[in-house]
């Protein structure tokens, strides 16, 4: 690594006033299990690192009185798994945050920092940059391997694929996320807080260099039926090929609503509206999982080599569905799933 300054402020306050208006002058790190990689690997050259452990007020999970529930950024992955109020009220998240990552992972990583923590592409984690290009300015992701990079959202510049596992959960949730910064606070949709950029100059998040976030908001989840579906190539724990994530409100047997989301397909977490319109007003079964699955890929392009994730991300869809309504899918070496209200 190379020479850094290493501060550990005890309040957002304080952090905030360490924190470069610049992007690459200082990082924040929290559990830094994606940070420190990053700076060993000399991808990230920070010249401030600001450690947030012992700020205080961000690592509480509180209940809200209609349900809901409020979860601090330095909140670890192991603690809402744990957490009594979140595996009762939302089960679906507890499983999808135990698949998430091994045990000694789960054990320092925060959900903050599983928000923003950077892309897998192994352009960017080779130091080719976000957006690489070759010397006559190709896209290195176009015109080289691409076999797990995007199928949607990926006109250019950007191919990679968002790399959280749990994003697309908590969007089908409506989670928010409240984030501060110099000027106070402000409150956004967790889906608006991922971007595709357009340059090397801007990152894929929704945050100023001197902003941090600090909370994740869940509304009630009371009626709503959740599950997660990935496909990956192992069932150890790995980097799923595609992922589904449903929240469902019911009529009766009808869905009434449905938000339908995929993860590792895209560089932002992509909300079908299309798979979500295939199923209005109709009851689930293996029919009209298949069709949601079918127009949720409808808008898909794929690159010279992944187009096998067409295939796996309609098939991920199709299953979320099911596992949602307590239907039996494959039992799959390659699926982790979970399911529940």
Known sequence: MIQFEYLSPSSVKQALGLLSPNWGDTEVLAGGTDLLGLMKDFVLTPKRVVNIKHVSGLEAIRSEGDGGARIGALVTLDRIVEAAHIRQNYPALAQTVADAASTQIRNMATIGGNLCQRPRCWYFRNGMGLLPKTPDGKSMVVEGDNRYHAIFGNEGPAYFVSPSTIVPLLIAYGARLRIAGADGE????????????????????????????????????KGVRAANYEVRQKASFDWPLATAAVALRMNGSAVESARIVMGAVAPVPWVSQEAAQAIANKTINEQTASA???????????????????????????????????????????????GGA
């Open 292 to 338: 949601a699955g079918a127009a949720a890929v409808s808008k898909a392009r794929s690159l010279s080599h992944n187009n096998y994730k067409v295939k796996l991300a309609a098939v991920a869809v199709k299953r979320a569905l099911l596992v949602a309504v307590g239907q039996t899918v494959p039992d799959l070496s390659t699926a982790q799933r979970g």
């Open 186 to 221: 402000r409150e956004l949709a967790l889906e608006k807080f991922f971007r595709i950029p357009g340059s090397d100059a801007e990152r894929e998040h929704d945050l100023k260099p001197n902003e941090l976030v600090t909370e994740i908001l869940l509304p009630s989840a």
